[in-house]
């Protein structure tokens, strides 16, 4: 062999070497979500639904709820297979999942919108394909409503108005509706539906009280963590707050180990009043010993309404394109330990 050959040949190998690596690289990035093909061609011949399901994260009680109610759901026993994936709050890794089920030939594909805006590419994609789409919990933002089937959650910003309407009629029954009122919300994840719909709820009802000073509203991710943190600044920053509302309990259990460092009491017999959404069992616990005055309920239940959605559209019956999901208001008056008791989260 000449030495133009030898090298001719190295090369070649080198290049075959680098494009089989880069084929193995690939096929261990989709492992996360991969069911791997035999349990795809099973699912086939076990004529089960395949369901692609591209979770938030797991950033709060109310969220690790919202992911058993879909696994208790979508079981074999149910007759599905579940791809389920964890986006870890990122919207990039919800985008990859969405498109890893589309490119496993999902059935359907739900998934809740870590943000509102930046879907339509992929939804667009999950039309071509013929996957129908159902949205769980959070919105997107677009001009096509056509790219996804239905979509079942929260009315937020009912939840919102329900929170500042209770804060209303608390300052009456205290004789202190006309007393300047300062405010301070702790908002979820940016740009996402539950944010957007509480907090435009809860200042729909502001305004109408000109007595109500909301001092800042600001970002606290619905982490335990970043509540915490912010509200340690809130206090350092403004002498007088009267209420403290958080957009879900996780904030709120960080909101309320910082007043008691600072010495300040809450709830029905403190200085503070507080306002929480969610109603997790521990945050009801709270309700029940008066440190947390209303807790406005979110209910993560969400499994059985997308499975029915998903049995008419098998049916091939049209389903409804936006179900609210039943909750509830809570304070003292109406938290009962049997209530308590057999909360499942
Ligand atoms: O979108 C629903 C919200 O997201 C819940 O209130 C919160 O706890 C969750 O993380």
């Given at each position: 062999?000449?030495?133009?050959?030898?090298?001719?040949?190295?090369?070649?190998?080198?290049?075959?070497?680098?494009?089989?690596?880069?084929?193995?690289?690939?096929?261990?990035?989709?492992?996360?979500?991969?069911?791997?093909?035999?349990?795809?061609?099973?699912?086939?011949?076990?004529?089960?639904?395949?369901?692609?399901?591209?979770?938030?994260?797991?950033?709060?009680?109310?969220?690790?709820?919202?992911?058993?109610?879909?696994?208790?759901?979508?079981?074999?026993?149910?007759?599905?297979?579940?791809?389920?994936?964890?986006?870890?709050?990122?919207?990039?890794?919800?985008?990859?999942?969405?498109?890893?089920?589309?490119?496993?030939?999902?059935?359907?594909?739900?998934?809740?919108?870590?943000?509102?805006?930046?879907?339509?590419?992929?939804?667009?994609?999950?039309?071509?394909?013929?996957?129908?789409?159902?949205?769980?919990?959070?919105?997107?933002?677009t001009e096509d409503e056509s790219l996804f089937t239905a979509w079942i959650g929260s009315d937020f910003f009912q939840e919102g108005v329900n929170a500042g309407n209770w804060l209303a009629g608390y300052l009456e029954e205290q004789k202190r509706a006309?007393?300047?009122?300062?405010?301070?919300?702790?908002?979820?994840?940016?740009?996402?539906?539950?944010?957007?719909?509480?907090?435009?709820?809860?200042?729909?009802?502001?305004?109408?009280?000109?007595?109500?000073?909301?001092?800042?509203?600001?970002?606290?991710?619905?982490?335990?963590?970043?509540?915490?943190?912010?509200?340690?600044?809130?206090?350092?920053?403004?002498?007088?707050?009267?209420?403290?509302?958080?957009?879900?309990?996780?904030?709120?259990?960080?909101?309320?180990?910082?007043?008691?460092?600072?010495?300040?009491?809450?709830?029905?017999d403190g200085d503070v009043i507080v306002i929480s959404f969610d109603a997790v069992r521990s945050a009801l616990e709270k309700v029940q010993a008066g440190l947390i005055n209303v807790d406005i309920e979110c209910n993560p239940e969400q499994g059985p309404?997308?499975?029915?959605?998903?049995?008419?559209?098998?049916?091939?019956?049209?389903?409804?394109?936006?179900?609210?999901?039943?909750?509830?208001?809570?304070?003292?008056?109406?938290?009962?330990?049997?209530?308590?008791?057999?909360?499942?989260?």
């Amino acid at each position: 062999m000449t030495a133009w050959m030898t090298g001719f040949a190295q090369k070649a190998g080198k290049a075959a070497c680098a494009v089989i690596l880069l084929i193995l690289l690939l096929a261990g990035c989709g492992k996360q979500f991969d069911v791997g093909s035999s349990e795809r061609d099973k699912a086939e011949d076990e004529d089960l639904i395949v369901v692609g399901v591209s979770q938030i994260g797991s950033e709060s009680v109310w969220r690790t709820a919202n992911t058993a109610s879909i696994q208790n759901v979508f079981t074999r026993e149910n007759g599905y297979l579940l791809i389920f994936d964890n986006a870890r709050q990122k919207q990039e890794n919800q985008i990859k999942a969405i498109r890893n089920f589309i490119s496993q030939q999902a059935d359907y594909i739900v998934f809740s919108p870590i943000e509102e805006d930046g879907w339509d590419d992929v939804l667009y994609e999950a039309k071509e394909a013929g996957i129908p789409v159902i949205l769980m919990d959070r919105m997107v933002q677009t001009e096509d409503e056509s790219l996804f089937t239905a979509w079942i959650g929260s009315d937020f910003f009912q939840e919102g108005v329900n929170a500042g309407n209770w804060l209303a009629g608390y300052l009456e029954e205290q004789k202190r509706a006309e007393e300047e009122i300062n405010i301070v919300v702790l908002q979820g994840t940016d740009g996402g539906t539950s944010t957007i719909g509480r907090t435009n709820g809860f200042n729909d009802v502001a305004a109408r009280h000109d007595n109500w000073k909301i001092l800042e509203q600001t970002g606290g991710d619905f982490t335990t963590a970043k509540a915490r943190e912010e509200m340690k600044r809130l206090l350092d920053t403004y002498g007088d707050i009267d209420v403290v509302v958080s957009q879900n309990d996780d904030m709120t259990f960080g909101v309320l180990e910082e007043l008691e460092n600072a010495g300040i009491s809450t709830g029905t017999d403190g200085d503070v009043i507080v306002i929480s959404f969610d109603a997790v069992r521990s945050a009801l616990e709270k309700v029940q010993a008066g440190l947390i005055n209303v807790d406005i309920e979110c209910n993560p239940e969400q499994g059985p309404y997308i499975e029915q959605v998903i049995r008419k559209l098998e049916d091939g019956e049209q389903a409804e394109k936006y179900s609210y999901v039943p909750e509830q208001i809570f304070t003292r008056d109406n938290v009962t330990q049997e209530l308590i008791d057999n909360r499942s989260y």
